[in-house]
């Protein structure tokens, strides 16, 4: 049964893979500041600090409408106020900005709104309307300024979480695939390197995915083919070895007794004639017999290693062999 899997398959894997784990990663960190939240709330001027300042300017009142010291005290730079009665300043903290702001406006209702990470709060008391307090203090704060600190570096991360989890994720994921296909070719690159060497024994892995599996197909089949035209090469080439061998002692035969007979002529006979004729015979049989030793040796080149070895030769001797032997023809041919 075929597999699915391919380099395409693999891909668009990878690509769901990066996609699904950013999509997690982001809502874990989510997760993690929502908990985060719950632990250190942002909330910490409006729900506590605030609410104690106005009790203590509730019970400063009877100072405050009598002018006489009143006894708020500053306990937190980072936290601002004005008291008004009548529309006058009475009170105010020693850091409260000049600057218009539009809360110090007369408005006969309690309002506040956010701006520039401040809250500004302008608070009529029902007890007293004649008095109203304005407020100035951080939002989204914990009131610790470390914790903070770490609140603003993880808003940054948030934003910027997206962006880094893709980021590592596809190297990852994209590193991870590349070693998977870099082992895989290196698989093929040390089979390949044994075929070279004219190792074709082992087959080359099949491999799960349709490209590399093909591949492995394609490289095994060219082994075999190889291996089989290698045996036949060989199997020849004993033949031949052989053959060359038989032939070689069927003609040496002949050629000893040709050899032997002629060299017991060449005695029996006292015509000089003959005896050069004899002579001649015998050189040409010498030859034919030097010859088979050299087509043997040929033969055998497939299967040995030889070294050419090379050596001189006197010109005048082998005309006069060559003269020697045709001379007997150049005579019968006139």
Known sequence: MRNNYSLKRSFSLLV???????????????????????????????KIYAPNFLNNVKKEIPNLLSTRTSMLQEKDSKFQYLILIDGRKVVKSSDFPKSKIRLTKISSETNSF?????VYVFEKLDQNPSVKVMMIYPAFSTGNPFVDYLNILFQYFIVASPFIFFIVFLSFFTSKLY?????KFRIIESHLANIEAGDLS???PTFLDNEFGELSRQVNQMRIEL??????????AVVQKHLFSSIAHDVRTPLTVIN???????????????KRTCAVITS???????????LLKMARLNMDSYTLNCKKVDINDFLHEVFAEFSGLFESKK
Do not use: C
């Open 114 to 118: 956010v701006e520039n990470h401040k």
């Open 179 to 183: 070693k998977n296909i870099r082992w």
């Open 227 to 236: 291996k089989n035209l290698l045996d036949d090469s060989q199997q020849k």
């Open 16 to 46: 769901v893979k990066v996609v699904i784990s950013t999509v997690l990663s982001i809502a874990m960190v989510l997760i993690g500041w929502f908990l985060w939240l719950s632990i250190f709330p942002r909330n910490y001027y409006d």
């Open 202 to 204: 082992q087959p080359l």
């Open 284 to 294: 040409e049989v010498s030859k034919v017999d030097q010859l088979l030793t050299e």
């Open 260 to 274: 032997a007979e002629t060299e017991m002529l060449e005695l029996l006979s006292e015509n000089t004639e003959i």
